[in-house]
């Protein structure tokens, strides 16, 4: 976790391993300015993504620890393009399994409201792959004319770039160091009432969970999941419902992690149900 700039989280893995998530290099060691960095790792944004979703997280954050948990308050936003939101973020590690709860806070310390859903994008290391469930299957009957989910495209969205992976339960997206296609970028959203979605590198499986609130709205017509990749990185992202804060008011958003090692490398869905899903299942 960083304290100097933030909220970040720069760093998940066990012990003397690799760190499953991205840093990037050419960002480490500098704070302070107008200049928006990547950074790397885990963040906390607000969508829709316009300008103020860029507000440069480059300064000092305050941090207060309490017992196994520790809280990482930013300053308020209140330059150029800053529109008076606090975020702040609350780690709390399992004393017993590689496993964390977060809970990401966006403050409207304006005198004016302000619509947003809180944005959590995860940036993991090159060369592996995210797993999204999709909703249950079924045959066409009399009980199921109805859609059951949805697929959020980009304008750079590509279904023929062969990173992806759509599947009969799950969409698989690959970031292989170098590929050649005609977007670099790739993005997709989902609604996902499971409520789940794993990043899979080099027999480390990351597992990220954030429940779907029923009756709620969410951004980007309707997303909780959305997946992104470039020529560098994967991010794994979680959505909160959309929320009008008035002036004082703030909104949350929590997800869990977990981490797995030792897991079986595999690329089809039958290695997702035999060897993912178990791992899903431990709570």
């Given at each position: 976790m960083l304290a100097d700039v933030g909220p970040r989280i720069i760093r998940f893995g066990f012990p003397e391993a690799e760190n499953i998530l991205h840093e990037v290099a050419a960002d480490a060691g500098f704070s302070g300015g107008n200049e928006f960095r990547?950074?790397?790792?885990?963040?906390?944004?607000?969508?829709?993504?316009?300008?103020?979703?860029?507000?440069?997280?480059?300064?000092?954050?305050?941090?207060?620890?309490?017992?196994?948990?520790?809280?990482?308050?930013?300053?308020?936003e209140d330059t150029s393009p800053g529109t008076n939101l606090q975020k702040e973020l609350e780690i709390e590690l399992d004393e017993t399994a590689p496993r964390a709860r977060l809970l990401h806070r966006i403050m409207n310390r304006d005198s004016q409201p302000t619509e947003l859903s809180p944005w959590t994008p995860t940036m993991m290391r090159a060369g592996g792959r995210a797993i999204l469930p999709l909703p249950a299957r079924a045959s066409m009957d009399k009980d199921h004319y109805l859609p059951v989910g949805l697929l959020a495209l980009w304008s750079f969205t590509d279904l023929a770039d062969p990173r992806w992976r759509f599947g009969t339960e799950y969409i698989q997206l690959m970031q292989p160091a170098e590929r050649?296609?005609?977007?670099?970028?790739?993005?997709?959203?989902?609604?996902?009432?499971?409520?789940?979605?794993?990043?899979?590198?080099?027999?480390?499986?990351?597992?990220?969970?954030?429940?779907?609130?029923?009756?709620?709205?969410?951004?980007?017509?309707?997303?909780?999941?959305?997946?992104?990749?470039?020529?560098?990185?994967?991010?794994?992202e979680t959505l909160?419902?959309?929320?009008?804060?008035?002036?004082?008011?703030?909104?949350?958003?929590?997800?869990?992690?977990?981490?797995?090692?030792?897991v079986p490398a595999g690329d089809d869905e039958n290695w997702i149900r035999s060897v993912v899903l178990p791992l899903v299942a431990v709570v």
């Amino acid at each position: 976790m960083l304290a100097d700039v933030g909220p970040r989280i720069i760093r998940f893995g066990f012990p003397e391993a690799e760190n499953i998530l991205h840093e990037v290099a050419a960002d480490a060691g500098f704070s302070g300015g107008n200049e928006f960095r990547l950074y790397g790792g885990h963040r906390l944004w607000a969508s829709p993504e316009v300008e103020r979703t860029y507000f440069p997280d480059n300064r000092t954050v305050s941090v207060c620890q309490s017992g196994n948990k520790v809280r990482f308050t930013a300053p308020v936003e209140d330059t150029s393009p800053g529109t008076n939101l606090q975020k702040e973020l609350e780690i709390e590690l399992d004393e017993t399994a590689p496993r964390a709860r977060l809970l990401h806070r966006i403050m409207n310390r304006d005198s004016q409201p302000t619509e947003l859903s809180p944005w959590t994008p995860t940036m993991m290391r090159a060369g592996g792959r995210a797993i999204l469930p999709l909703p249950a299957r079924a045959s066409m009957d009399k009980d199921h004319y109805l859609p059951v989910g949805l697929l959020a495209l980009w304008s750079f969205t590509d279904l023929a770039d062969p990173r992806w992976r759509f599947g009969t339960e799950y969409i698989q997206l690959m970031q292989p160091a170098e590929r050649s296609c005609h977007f670099a970028e790739q993005m997709a959203g989902i609604s996902n009432p499971a409520g789940w979605g794993a990043y899979y590198s080099k027999g480390t499986l990351f597992l990220k969970r954030a429940p779907l609130i029923a009756g709620a709205v969410y951004p980007d017509f309707g997303c909780n999941f959305e997946i992104f990749t470039n020529l560098d990185f994967l991010e794994v992202e979680t959505l909160g419902p959309r929320v009008l804060l008035q002036p004082g008011e703030h909104t949350t958003h929590t997800e869990t992690w977990q981490l797995f090692g030792n897991v079986p490398a595999g690329d089809d869905e039958n290695w997702i149900r035999s060897v993912v899903l178990p791992l899903v299942a431990v709570v």
